[in-house]
């Protein structure tokens, strides 16, 4: 994605995320015109089991990846006795293994009972083509969406940052062109002078050829590195 081989864009997606959770969130127990300010046992537990769960990580790079894809996913790793196609139950949080952030891109579809998601079909790997680095085709597992927490608008699926990205592929092509001029400018500024005691015989002998085909090969050479320049 431009995310990842665009500088510019990592810079703006990174910054952005970094910006949004340079804080730890804090959960209130209440309704938001509470005003509550000091926390309770209940938000104290789940504060605590987040940090050892890890779970403000993960969603900080689900968030991270939202902006760049439009969405992501948290799997909710858990230790119980069902496959992980089937509905997840009320659980204890010692059942938590972890958290996993799923990519939009390797989600490969979703099926969707009463317009909410039920099953996502996410890849095994996480490359986002269709062969992975060992030259086989993508292998895919079913996960339910009980499991899964949505980062996102799955529905819209477009990032706000899609419009800018847009306008990345011209700066990128401008970048490039300007590199390749300045190179091709910069190799055609070659200049070979010869001094009084340049010995022209063994210059022939590297060559293998007469001292009036010396200049001939240089020209030669030369004419091969700005080819290779091109």
């Not at 605590?48 to 939202?66: E, I, P, Q, S, V």
């Not at 419009?163 to 190799?187: F, M, R, T």
């Not at 009036?212 to 090969?217: D, G, H, K, M």
Request: proline share 2%; glycine share 4%; aromatic share 8%.
């Amino acid at each position: 994605s431009m995310y990842t081989r665009n500088s510019i864009a990592a810079a703006c997606v990174d910054r952005y995320a970094s910006k949004t959770w340079q804080q730890t969130p804090k959960i209130i127990d209440g309704i938001p015109d509470d005003d509550a300010e000091d926390e309770t046992a209940w938000g104290q537990q789940i504060r605590t089991m987040f940090r050892r769960k890890k779970f403000w990580k993960a969603f900080k790079k689900a968030d991270t990846w939202r902006l760049a894809q439009g969405w992501s996913l948290i799997l909710v790793k858990v230790r119980d006795s069902k496959k992980l196609s089937e509905p997840l139950d009320a659980i204890k949080e010692s059942a938590i293994v972890g958290m996993k952030v799923i990519l939009r891109s390797a989600v490969n579809s979703i099926t969707w009972k009463e317009d909410e998601p039920e099953i996502f079909q996410v890849a095994t790997e996480p490359q986002s083509n269709d062969i992975n680095t060992a030259g086989k085709e993508r292998q895919f597992k079913d996960i339910h969406a009980s499991r899964i927490i949505i980062v996102g608008d799955i529905s819209d699926g477009h990032s706000l940052l899609e419009a800018g990205y847009n306008d990345l592929l011209a700066i990128e092509k401008v970048v490039q062109s300007h590199a390749e001029g300045y190179v091709k400018n910069v190799s055609r500024q070659l200049h070979l002078g010869f001094d009084k005691e340049t010995k022209i015989r063994e210059l022939a002998d590297v060559f293998g050829v007469d001292e009036s085909e010396v200049a001939a090969e240089f020209q030669t050479m030369f004419k091969r590195l700005n080819q290779s320049v091109d």
